[in-house]
């Protein structure tokens, strides 16, 4: 038996020529239309069981594949009809063969590929060539081939295809001893078209080996291996006709490609083979010139890339940044709202506090210049002896004594503090008139608690991070840590002092500058945040147009200075030397420790200083009164007339030292103006030249000159004194000429040790040689 390699079944149409002869239906015989066709030896064949059983082979190892064999058998049923009126058997072999070999359809996996595309074309001319040849059998005969298969079956003469149940099958061919009708025919059994673990050919040898121990078979096998590699080959052909136009097409190229050395080329020479070379160099150049583009077009993509990367690998600080500038926006928006509504309270309690201390103030100055004009009024009375003889007179005198009795009467109370406290060298007049009355004192207490009690309410409802100055600073310096770039191009240190105002404000409503143990600035906490803040800011940055350096100074300028200049001209009071202490010592601050913004605090200082000079002018034309009287009024010491014109001498020269206390704040210029050309020439001189030429004038003068800033005779080449003090130098000479004829000759040594501390030194030289004091010269030479 002709043992075929492995093929690959594929489905063909119903009339195609490719159909197996040795396949035959394997319906039930009662299924209608169902035919068999008969092996090549069924009839007038000498080895007719023999083909029957080969003819049976293909069909038990198909199985039952029930749609393909409908139109496999019957296509061969119509080529095997004449088979049945008893044609030749030559013939009808062929066909067989033919049909069985192209309905297993199935070459190597190769040729099943390219006889796919030519079994389309050749199908009508095979369908022709076997329909000449095959007819349908008749019912008998395909009764007679049913029961040769079955007969087959139970001789087990065929090959099988399923090698993974050889048990089953054999189980399966014992049954079908037993019951032949029993087992399903071949086209009920499903053909397995998987792989086998052994191939085809192998299966086929080992069967080939089996059967050729029977001699009765090898004809027939060689036979069916003839007619087998026939039709292989015809299949060959076909599929090779189409290479054998490329193999020829091929042979002819290669043909033409051998070198003929009958051909003759041009002539070679230099010129020829160095435009040659030149022409390939340029080409080759500009292909370098095309891959050098290409090479920097990639090393950019390749730096873009990683920019890229760079750009994706930091996308979470990205985000982490723009959480924070959305929260910092928060925050700022919040903290602007928070102090939008708050500083309606903070204006209604800053000018609460301010009415309340300009009250006072207005009370203390009023009642001064009350008490000065009526005690002035009363001495006048007494100076004319003009008796009252009417009832409005009367009462007038009454409500003078009144007045008069109730300043006496606070004298006597501040005589006995000062003697409590040891201090006996105090003058008459030099103290600040400023005491209230027990119910005036509690009412000012309790109106000013109550101001401090909603000062305290303002910020109560709100988080310390909106009203702290410290957490404020804080999360400004956390921007200025993590971003500083964009901290600078925002200008914060331009905004911060804006946003701090209220708070400051807040602050300093309890704040007098005025009261001698007023808090300093510097101790307050504000001011200790912000300059902790501007030296963080000073370490971390080296920028020169830092703009955090400018925050304190930004401060003072529109916080600190606008409420100094409030207290200097409303409630200052420049006879007080308590008060001007206190302020000069805050202005002192101010003025010239914090100045490193100059446009800003210069501005600030001039308004500061116009407001100062101002106030000093008012005090000298509303406060100075000096009165002048006969000497015979004021000859005795313990007169009304001689102590009401001491303690305003006093009082003028206690404002004149106040007055020269702003030296180094206020300009030279102005202060001379203000200190001797309107007090000390108009005032204090007209007093002494009034006053009895004595050792009370001396100590007067000693005063006076002791208030004069060292600095303006600090010149060594000095030998006349300043231009203001003409008149003072005059009156001291007067009075040395006085003292000389009497008795007083420690005084004259006093005048001229003034002369000499003022610069005087030409006069007090010629004052000496006058009177022949030689005695006096060592004090000048020692100047």
Known sequence: MAHRPKRTFRQRRADSSDSDSAEEPSA??????????????????????????????????????????????????????????????????????????????????????????????????????FSSIVNIPDAAFIQAARRKRELARAQEDYISLDVKHLSTIADTKKDSDEDPESEPDDHEKR????????????????????????????????????????QQMRKAVK???????????????????????????PPVNLEIIKKQINRRLTSLQDIH?????????????????????????????????????????????????????????????????????????????????????????YLQQLSRKAETSTNGSLAIDEKIQCILEEIESRRAQR?????????????????????????????????????????????????????????????????????????????????????????????????????????????????????????????????????????????????????????????WDPLSTSQTTSLIAHCRMILEEHSTCENEVSKGKQDLVKSIVSRMKKAIEDDVYIPLYPKSAVEKKTSPHSKFQERQFWSALKLFRNILLW??????????????????????????????????????CNQITACLPEKWFENSTMRTSISQLENFIQFLLQSAHKLSRSEFRDEVKEIILILVKIRALNQAESFIEEYHLDHLKPVINQV
């Not at 397995?192 to 052994?198: A, G, N, R, S």
């Not at 924070?324 to 926006?329: L, N, Q, V």
């Not at 007049?429 to 109106?447: I, R, V």
């Not at 921007?479 to 105002?501: M, Q, T, V």
């Open 28 to 129: 039930e015989p009662g299924a209608p239309g169902e035919q068999a066709v008969p092996g090549p030896e069924e009839e007038g064949s000498p080895h007719e069981g023999d083909r029957a059983e080969a003819a049976e082979r293909p069909l038990r190892a198909r199985g039952p594949r029930g749609r393909g064999r409908v139109w496999a058998t019957s296509r061969r049923a119509a080529g095997a009809a004449p088979r049945a009126d008893g044609g030749a058997g030559a013939p009808e072999c062929r066909t067989v063969d033919l049909s069985t070999d192209e309905e297993d359809g199935t070459y190597d996996a190769s040729e099943s590929k390219d006889d796919q595309s030519s079994s389309s074309d050749s199908s009508s001319s095979l369908e022709e060539e």
């Open 663 to 700: 030296t180094g704040l206020l300009p030279d210029d102005t202060l001379k103006e203000l200190a001797l050309g309107k007090l000390l020439n108009r005032y204090l001189i007209i007093a002494l030249l009034n006053a009895v030429p004595g050792p009370d004038i001396v100590k007067k």
């Open 239 to 265: 599929i090779t006709k189409g290479r054998n136009i490329d193999l020829s097409h091929s042979r002819e190229f290669q043909t033409v490609k051998k070198f003929d050395t009958s051909i003759s080329f």
């Open 415 to 571: 005589r006995q503090a000062r003697a409590l406290s040891g201090n006996c060298d105090h003058q008459e007049g030099t103290s600040s008139d400023d005491e209230l009355s027990s119910a005036d004192m509690a009412d000012f207490q309790k109106s000013q608690g109550d101001i401090l009690q909603d000062h305290k309410k303002i910020f109560e409802d709100v988080h310390d991070d909106f009203s702290n100055i410290q957490n404020i600073l804080l999360k400004f310096q956390q921007w200025r840590e993590k971003f500083p770039d964009s901290y600078h191009e925002a200008f914060i240190g331009l905004c911060i002092p804006k946003l701090l105002n209220p708070l400051i404000r807040v602050q300093l409503i309890n704040w007098n500058p005025l009261k001698f143990d007023s808090i300093g600035l510097k101790q307050m906490p504000w001011f200790t945040f912000i300059e902790k803040f501007i030296d963080n800011s000073m370490e971390n940055s080296k920028k020169e147009d830092n703009s955090d350096k400018k925050i304190l100074s930004s401060v003072i300028n529109k916080t600190i200075i606008p409420r100094l200049t409030d207290f200097v001209e409303f409630i």
């Open 289 to 377: 010139r095309s891959h050098q583009r290409e090479y920097e077009k990639y090393v950019e993509d390749v730096k873009s890339s990683k920019n890229a990367i760079q750009n994706l690998e930091n996308s979470s600080d990205q985000a982490l940044n723009f959480k924070f500038y959305k929260s910092m926006k928060i925050y700022v928006d919040n903290l602007i709202d928070c102090l939008n509504e708050k500083i309606i309270n903070i204006q209604e309690i800053e000018s609460s506090m301010h009415a309340l201390l300009l009250k006072q103030a207005m009370i203390f100055m009023k009642r001064r210049q009350d008490e000065l004009k009526h005690e002035s009024t």
């Open 191 to 230: 053909i397995p078209f998987t792989l086998k673990p052994q191939t085809l050919r192998q299966r086929m040898a080992e069967e080939t080996t089996t059967r050729n121990e029977e001699s009765s078979e090898e004809s027939q096998e060689d036979e069916k291996q003839d007619t087998w590699e026939e």
